[in-house]
């Protein structure tokens, strides 16, 4: 009796015909960007197959979009789950009623030594969707026509400073470099040269004619290099051209010189030999500088 009775439960479960029973999203409440999921159930009698032609392809439909298609069980069990992902595509100016598309689904059936084929519809499926804004915006901050952009971030200021400070340093050294090597370096040069420095001494210098003297004296072997006498002065203004035009005058005041040291007696007026040699030694430190 038992197994009468299982018997009897199993042809009752079996299907004689495919049957879709649908599962449909809410209605309404949708925007744009919304996505919604229809699902599909399908029961199959044995030897019946889906036809896998007959199902969507995902792409758009209109106003909605099928992004994913998910399909469980084969395509010939008895039972069967098709699960659509739509994607709401418009946003329209008023409220408005779109619809899921319908959908076909072909189901092939042995009959006899061929198949049939029939033929499962799920209907089109309304969606309302509703507009992101209204029509027309209350007109108040923030709404309605369009605002000014936003002014742009501020860079920060403290990099571009602390740049432009270097630089600045960066170019004083540098110009004070150049000035040095082109304007100070040779105005110092030359104010330490030997005659620069004798005529800057005698100019300042009150004392006798003796140490007037010594000043040229001085300035004569620091140039030489060595202690220059009357009779070595033709070697030394052989090596120094630019004292060549003042030689006549040299001679002349180093014997001038010689005769007020060794030969008192015999010297010259102090008065005519000490402007004698203020000359010569302001003419010597100009031919210094300019060689």
Do not use: C, K, N
């Amino acid at each position: 009796m038992l197994g009468l009775a299982l018997h009897g439960a199993a042809a009752w479960a079996a299907v004689e015909a495919p049957t879709l029973v649908t599962t449909e999203p809410v209605a309404y409440g949708h925007r744009l960007g919304d996505v919604v999921e229809r699902q599909l159930h399908l029961r199959l009698p044995p030897g019946a197959r889906l036809e896998a032609s007959s199902l969507p392809v995902p792409g758009t439909q209109g106003a909605v979009e099928l992004r994913e298609l998910q399909h469980s069980g084969a395509a010939d069990a008895s039972e069967q789950t098709l699960r659509l992902r739509y994607q709401v595509m418009r946003s329209p100016e008023q409220p408005a009623v779109i619809e899921l598309p319908t959908l076909t689904l072909r189901v092939t059936l042995p009959a006899g030594g061929t198949r049939r084929e029939t033929v499962l519809r799920a209907e089109a499926w309304p969606l309302v969707v509703s507009p992101l804004t209204p029509p027309q915006p209350p007109e108040r901050t923030g709404l309605g026509p369009l605002q000014p952009d936003r002014p742009p971030p501020a860079p920060p200021i403290a990099p571009i400073r602390q740049q432009a400070q270097l630089g600045a340093l960066l170019a004083l050294l540098a110009l004070s470099w150049l000035g040095w090597r082109h304007l100070g370096r040779p105005l110092w040069w030359r104010r330490q040269r030997p005659f620069a420095r004798a005529w800057r001494a005698l100019r300042s210098s009150h004392g006798s004619l003796d140490a007037q003297l010594r000043h040229l004296h001085r300035a004569i072997d620091e140039d030489a290099g060595r202690a220059v006498q009357t009779e070595d002065l033709a070697a030394w203004l052989a090596s120094r051209p630019a004292y060549a035009p003042l030689a006549a005058d040299l001679h002349a005041l180093l014997e001038a010189s010689a005769a007020h040291f060794f030969a008192p007696a015999a010297a010259a007026d102090h008065t005519a030999l000490a402007a004698r040699l203020r000359t010569l030694l302001r003419q010597l430190a100009q031919a210094e500088a300019r060689a």
